[in-house]
């Protein structure tokens, strides 16, 4: 089987920066990607990291240790716009490259 | 990235009847994916169904409740059978050309009553 390890919450201020971890366990590990979704919308794709190191796209950075199972995001110059659950996702080659998901995380940005 | 065009966005159905969702591409790709998502839950995976083989469907998921269908590279369906009120729930499909690529419906939110 496998499982996928994020927090459930997470609040922070306008402007900062806050981090959401992810550890996996899994076989057929491809790579990990990051998914974001606003409620009653679809996830759109935000990161993907398949070689261990950091991604930055903009705003947002990725991070990967596959020898550690563990990823992170990293959301910088937070704006209330990215108030949305953030999902984990292992892109595994068991599943015909499908992404499993992990339960995802509510992220909540106050002024 | 390709764009999908998901139908019906939404439906309120009978118990022990059927609904078939339909996912157009807006170009040819070889996989994709049918999701279910409880309301604030994560995404869970149904199946996969690749054009040219049989939908292979994950654990707790049969073929006779959600049968897929996947004529060529640019369509699907997936049927959810005898439906009872725990089939509530909104089911997506999802493509994908790449790590960096897999995009998604826009849903369909299913109450049985």
């Known amino acids: 089987g496998q499982s996928l390890e994020q927090p459930s919450e997470v609040t922070a201020v306008e402007g900062a920066i806050v981090q959401i971890n992810c550890t996996y366990q899994?076989?057929?590990?491809?790579?990990l990607s990051w998914y974001q979704q606003h409620d009653g919308g679809a996830p759109t794709f935000l990161s993907y990291?398949?070689?261990?190191g950091l991604e930055e796209t903009g705003r947002f950075s990725s991070f990967l240790s596959r020898s550690d199972s563990y990823g992170y995001l990293l959301l910088q110059e937070l704006q209330m716009k990215d108030s949305a659950s953030y999902f984990c996702?292992?892109?595994?080659?068991?599943?015909?490259?499908?992404?499993?998901f992990g339960k995802g995380t509510s992220l909540l940005v106050t002024p | 990235s390709a764009v999908i065009s998901q139908k019906p966005s939404r439906d309120i159905c009978q118990r022990g009847t059927s609904l078939t969702i339909q996912c157009q591409v807006d170009?040819?790709?070889?996989?994709m994916f049918w999701y279910r998502q409880q309301p604030g839950q994560s995404l869970t995976l149904i199946a996969t169904?690749?054009?040219?083989?049989?939908?292979?469907?994950e654990s707790g998921f049969v073929i006779d409740k959600f049968p897929i269908s996947r004529p060529n590279l640019t369509f699907s369906t997936l049927t959810v059978s005898n439906m009872s009120p725990e089939d509530s729930s909104i089911y997506l499909c999802?493509?994908?050309?790449?790590?960096?690529?897999?995009?998604f419906g826009s849903g369909t939110r299913l109450t049985v009553v």
């Open positions: 169904a690749n054009q040219g083989s049989e939908a292979t469907y």
């Open positions: 899994t076989s057929g590990f491809y790579g």
């Open positions: 996702a292992v892109l595994n080659s068991n599943s015909g490259y499908a992404l499993n």
């Open positions: 170009s040819q790709v070889t996989m």
């Open positions: 999802s493509v994908g050309t790449g790590p960096k690529g897999y995009t």
């Open positions: 990291n398949g070689l261990d």
